[in-house]
């Protein structure tokens, strides 16, 4: 790690302005720190300014977290824990709350932001560790392909077989959310087009251009929505299968779903064909429900060691699919 | 497979309370001199105002780092240090090109005037390595078969393979510490488990005599037996470098070099075939173990038979591995867990074959008494006769009981305490062992306290120094059982001098004299507070010293029952309640005690469920060096553990920081395998290995 300079600006607009700087050969935007303390540990990054963006805020934003008008709008520098303890948030859109506070630890909640956990990097043991040259690193190899790939991805082409890490991407995904922006032209996106997969370009895992600095996220209310992950240790771990739902009932038929699993392919990974089977399912009808769900993992092309995550990914989307339904999983029955 | 059945649980030898408190209830069977005291350093710890080694930022002190292999096997063909030299601070780049065995394997050092220096010319160093060829595993090596064949007059014979990971010990401080050296003196700051062998160990390594030079290990953040012994790498360095530099100088491992670089309990494969009458008695088989000892010489052995079941005619071989990984030290019981993992299992399945219980079996084959009263009352506890008969369950979520045993012996080394009196009243305990989280502060409080009858506020403890009477290593569970009674004996000789003392000035007989709570009495009478008894003393108040011998070898017994939910849909484990009864002696402080049972159990859970070096299987680079993929479990994984005390009118301390360790993981993959309906084979207990047993289940 070398010397840098820490940046203290207050709009995101000068924040955008101070990554164009040519002054700084490198300038990385610093919301909860998380990721980045993690990548100037590891030495895979090399700073020279630190962008400062916690404590900003936009103009006329209060709250972290807000509704009205029937939209929700998260502040980008809303932290985990902020979301996981909304009470707004729990009635509106459970599974944003329910994502938030089921990540990493509470000390981590607490700094975490909601934009970084959507553009932190991969979790990659070959990524994170600076002596395997990886594709992400420039390298030509991915190292997962032919060594330890129990956490890896059973979905996507490749090259490379990182697992999206964020639970806040699918949870937002769901409520076919939009990601407002600055510094460039445009003044949002699409969620579900900031990520792109490896054989789009293996150097990052996001469509922002440089320059570009997330300012909120607005979604819409999903109070039948629900979370779901699958982790090995229920302490501060990461999710080897999750599921973000969000249904629309009539009394307990399915009438539509929103289905993304997270944890399983290169980017959040959207079921289609699982929101299509869940259509007119009754969520009491045991048997349908498991029917609808067992389709999730369809398609997916598992790697040496991580097959047991097209047994756990069926799981996790019928146990969100029964949460946001209000329904008791197995785990709690 | 036959449906075990469960026995009725016989009314046991001692009474049980049917309502039973799930904190600090009534349970302790032995006698225990303190009940409730909390650790006397607990403020301090978790106030960041203890100092460990660690936090010895001395001024104008300078840091180094090994420069290691990346690679499991790799030969060091170049380096070019010319940019590295030329960034600020760096004092000293030492490099010995070699052929390296393991990742992590040091071939030289940079010095510099700050981390971040070192951390800048390290990557500068510009080393050209050359990969060679890994092995990572036993299983490349030794093939991995399950045992063919009968045994002869057995009426069923089992057999299976059984294999544990590498372990890494995951302390919290690192290895390492600090060296001041000033030329005619000098202060090692240590993590260590050995003060006296740190000093012992250096050698001429100081260039002073032992009088000048003190080794201090006020506070240690964990060692699990990794600690043991001399300096290590880490102080050779730092004393090497502050002697040539004359400055202080800080080596202390990163997380990621602990990983790599700083011993482990061996991976284990066990190949068993056991012979096995219906009425669950074993007639023959063969026990072959294999340990993964990475570069290591030794220290793999695998404690299977553990001796505490009668296998008549089974045959044990055991050979050591070797693969490019870093090599084993001492950890927590070494060779028991691996060991009573597969024995344990083997057990359970070797009953179902016979459908035979597992408590009905275990009663057939233990040797020892004690053994069988525990598991007894350990079934009472966990309420045993609500299990299910193995592979029986059919909903998501099943629950399994299991057992698990742990035997211990080991011998006290002596050490030597002094106890002072002094005139103000007050009252300081001096012995040179440390505490790695036994709590030996507060023990050595309460056993000053205790013998001379004064409240513990009086007394103030010192440990952690070399220049204190030499206190006892801590290993093989030793440290208690030697300092207590040492203590003790210290104590009694102090306030033999000072009731002698007073008896002279106030024309008393001392025989006559003793003290009580706080008091000294006179013919069981009140005579003199205690203050006013001291205040006779003249200003360097009275000391008393005592030395203990070799002791004879001390055995201890455990028994574990492990109650767990496993999701049957994800392969995941929960520990819901682990029931610990432990063999303990004369408890000194029963909540420190408890403590220790509880961190053992914590660390077996952990060890059974999580924990796993994953080398790359083609580089033979670990790839989860740090504790998010190096898995330790966390709170929410921890079931509800219920230590026990077991006294069996012992007189004497006994060993209670590895024998609690032991039981754990065999506890817990019996439970599983209850649960499930199949065994899982292989720790840890991850849930791909779950779903994979349940699939075996099924067919």
Redesign the interface.
Known sequence: ???FAIARPDSYEAASAMTRDRTYKLAVLKAGGVDLLDHLKG?LIDPDVLIDVRRVREAGAKDPVGISGGVIRVEAGATLAEIARSDELLRAAPVLGQAAGDAA?PQVRNAATVAGNLLQRP?C??YR?A??PCLKKGGSTC?AV???N??HAIFGPGPCHIVHPSNMAPALLVGDAVVHLTGSGRKELPLSELYHMPDKGVMSENNLEAGEVVTHITCRPMPNSAFYA????????WP?AAAAVAVELNGATITSARVVAAAVAPVPWWLPNVEAALKGVDVANDEALRKACAIAAEGAKPMT????KV??LP??VRRAVLRSAGRPT??ES | MKADTAPAIPAGPFAIPTDMPTLNRPMNLGQSIDDNTSRLDGIAKITGAARYSSDMILPNSLYARFVRC??GAANLESFDDTEALKVDGVIEIDIQPKECQYDGQPVGHVAATSP?AV??AM?ALNLKWKKLPVKTQITDTVKQEVPQGEVSGADVTFAAVYSTPVQTHSSLETHGGVVDHRGDKATVYASTQGTSSVRDGFGDALGLKQSDFEVVCEYVGGGFGSKLGGPGKELMLAAKLSQKFKRPAYVMCNRWEEHLDTGNRPSSMTSVKLGLKKDGSVVGGEIRTWGGTGVGRGGGGVAIPSGRYDFQGVDKKHNDVSFNGGGPRPFRAPGHPQAVFAEELMLDEAAALIGMDPLTIRRKLLKDDVYREMMEMGARLIGWNERKPTGSQK???RIGYGIGTGGWGSASPGGSAEVVIHQDGSVESRTGTQDIGTGQRTSMGICTASAIGIPLSLVTVQIGRSTLPPGPGSGGSVTSPTTAPTMMAAAEAAKKKLLEHVARQANEKAEDLSVKDGQVLRRGEKFLSWKDACSKLTAEGVTGSASTGEGGRGASQGVQFMKVVV?C????V?PRHVIAIQSCGRVICRKTAESQIIGGVIQGISYGM?ENK?L????G?M???NL??Y?V?????MPHIEPVLWWHGQTGVKALGEPPNIPTAGALACAVYNAVGSPVRHLPL???KV??ALEGAAS
């Not at chain 1, 699958?230 to 771990?237: L, M, N, R």
């Open positions: 790690m070398n010397n030495g630890s979790r043991w070959y560790n002596q395997f190292f032919e060594g330890e129990r956490y699958i982790k090995e240790k229920q302490s501060f771990d080897v060691d991580n097959g047991y047994k756990m799981v996790a197995e785990v | 990346p690679f971040m951390d800048r990557r909903t998501a979520m999701d849909e994800t392969g995941i929960h999580f994953i790359d299987r083609n580089t680079a790839v989860n060096p998010e993929w898995k479990l966390g709170p929410n994984d991850t849930p791909d779903l994979a």
